[in-house]
């Protein structure tokens, strides 16, 4: 199985910027993607930005430009550096591992780290 942790929320500034953290860890289990996804409160989970074993990202249209997802493959760990924050940006914010386990392939989430934008 694998663990996954987020870090780095917290409050900023509107155009302020700060940067996640999401370290995936245990055995048993081959990473192919990671991605962020975040969920504003009363709203609907939506993906934010994810990257693939080869290099391959994608992003919401609404952080294209000022977010930017990467990935240290030999620490297991994928970063997202958000710059120019706006209000809107406020969320929890998951880290999601897709991968295979023993018995298949297998999404691990985090437990979510506190984004907010202050105006």
């Known amino acids: 199985q694998v663990q996954v942790v987020e870090s780095g929320g917290g409050l900023v500034q509107a155009g302020g910027s700060l940067r996640l953290s999401c370290a995936a860890s245990?055995?048993?289990?081959?990473?192919?993607?990671m991605g962020w996804y975040r969920q504003p409160p009363g709203k609907q989970r939506e993906l934010v930005a994810r990257?693939?074993?080869?290099?391959?990202?994608n992003y919401a249209d609404s952080v294209k430009g000022r977010f930017t997802i990467s990935r240290d493959n030999a620490k297991n760990t994928a970063y997202l550096q958000m710059n120019s924050l706006k209000p809107e940006d406020t969320a929890v914010y998951y880290c999601?591992?897709?991968?295979?386990?023993?018995?298949?392939?297998?999404?691990?989430w985090g437990q979510g780290t506190l984004v907010t934008v202050s105006s």
């Open positions: 999601k591992v897709g991968g295979w386990g023993r018995l298949g392939p297998l999404d691990q």
């Open positions: 990257i693939t074993n080869g290099g391959f990202t």
């Open positions: 245990g055995s048993d289990y081959s990473i192919n993607a």
